[in-house]
């Protein structure tokens, strides 16, 4: 009787709950589930810009800039940009861009993945060639967990220190998240994307 009663108590505390607080409240918390970051960011040997958004590029040389880290590590997508009658190397991108942005010459690195967790494979084989000791990994705020994840368990047994810093002002904003289309889709395609990579890593 007593473990009935106590079923009972906890599904009318959990309806309870349903009811008290609004939807509101657990859609926001599902969005910032997947921001995190590391406390009081430190001085490292490199930042490690994940590819994809423009502001993980500008948020990373802002900390380049701000003197955290004296080399910086970009990561590119192997697969062709693909516009009308035009052809665009991902690579030829990124190197415009650290052009543009009066990034001497000499201290960056390119590493050409497929995914997160190539980008994990491929800086920490480039961090151990170049005796980098700690890192700063830049990415989209809807996209920490799973580098956090991906990251830790790539260099969990390594001596190099991960920071995390998502962008700062990005575009993904975890307030009435499900109003908004662009944010909807990627939600639901990075907690599809945290599942498979669960299971496959």
Not at 68 to 82: E, G, V
Not at 121 to 128: E, I, P, R, T, V
Not at 151 to 159: G, P, R
Request: glycine share 4%; charged share 20%.
């Amino acid at each position: 009787m007593k473990k009935k009663w106590l079923i009972l108590s906890c599904f009318v505390i959990v309806l309870l709950m349903g009811i008290v607080i609004p939807h509101q409240f657990w859609l926001t918390q599902l969005a910032m589930l997947l921001i995190v970051e590391t406390g009081s960011l430190q001085p490292a040997d490199a930042i490690i810009i994940l590819a994809g958004d423009a502001e993980r590029f500008h948020h990373g040389v802002s900390l380049y800039e701000a003197g955290y880290a004296p080399h910086i590590i970009f990561t590119s997508d192997l697969t062709a940009l693909q516009l009308i009658d035009l052809h665009m190397d991902w690579n030829e991108i990124i190197r415009n861009a650290i052009k543009k942005s009066g990034i001497p010459e000499g201290v960056t690195s390119l590493v050409r993945s497929t995914s997160t967790y190539d980008d994990a494979k491929y800086s920490y084989q480039l961090m151990q060639r170049e005796g980098f000791h700690s890192a700063i990994v830049v990415s989209s705020p809807y996209h920490m967990r799973r580098v956090r994840m991906i990251f830790n368990k790539i260099y969990k047994n390594s001596e190099i220190v991960l920071q995390y810093n998502p962008v700062r002002n990005s575009w993904f904003n975890v307030q009435k998240w499900w109003m908004r289309e662009r944010e909807l889709i990627t939600i639901n395609n990075e907690y599809v994307k945290l599942i498979f990579y669960l299971f496959r890593y």
